[in-house]
């Protein structure tokens, strides 16, 4: 038997936002925390509108979201 998880509509309430360089670039991107998924939005320089660039369901509830820096990282 397999179990698998849907929900009709997608939660709207933003529980935990986190704000960072996560793919490598100087430029700022932002990550959002819903009921039980996470999203990585970046900020378009041009328009200063918030550009969805990816989004990923998980299994269970974000509890927390936090940011840091690896060993040896420099800070940009």
Known sequence: MYLYNVELQSATAVEHACVGHFRGRR???LVL???DRIELWEIETTTGKLVEIH???VMGKIRSLITFRLTGGSKV
Do not use: G, V
Request: aromatic share 0%; no cysteine.
């Open 33 to 35: 925390a819903r009921n």
């Open 55 to 57: 989004s990923e369901n």
């Open 27 to 29: 430029t700022q991107e």
